[in-house]
Nanobody
Framework: QVQLVESGGGLVQAGGSLRLSCAAS????????MTWHRQAPGKEREFLAR????????YYADSVKGRFTISRDDAKNTVYLQMNSLKPEDTAVYYC????????????WGQGTQVTVSS
């Protein structure tokens, strides 16, 4: 079993920045890819970013490329999402996920953290 706990969400003005954290426990964190997703009211959950287990590759959705950066600290069992140049349309609940198998969808999710961007 894996537990993921997100933190760092909040209210920020458009153009501002936030850094989200996702702390993992229960498995050897460094062996697995990690992803960030978000879900706005009335919309489906959306993939944002992925970092492979070795940190040598990252992938981003077009909607956040150039503004968001995913990183990980395996010593702390934590993955981060640095979000810059935030826009009101970035308002959503943000979730991290861990991929313990080879599926597209994470095998475990965190509980989510709310990000609200005011105009």
């Amino acid at each position: 079993q894996v537990q993921l706990v997100e933190s760092g969400g909040g209210l920020v003005q458009a153009g501002g920045s936030l850094r989200l954290s996702c702390a993992a426990s229960g498995r050897i964190f460094r062996n697995y890819a990690m992803t960030w997703h978000r879900q706005a009211p009335g919309k489906e959950r959306e993939f944002l970013a992925r970092i492979n287990w070795s940190s040598d590759r990252t992938y981003y959705a077009d909607s956040v490329k150039g503004r968001f950066t995913i990183s990980r600290d395996d010593a702390k069992n934590t993955v981060y999402l640095q979000m810059n140049s935030l826009k009101p349309e970035d308002t959503a609940v943000y979730y991290c996920g861990i991929h313990t198998s080879f599926g597209i969808t994470p095998d475990y999710w965190g509980q989510g953290t709310q990000v609200t961007v005011s105009s």
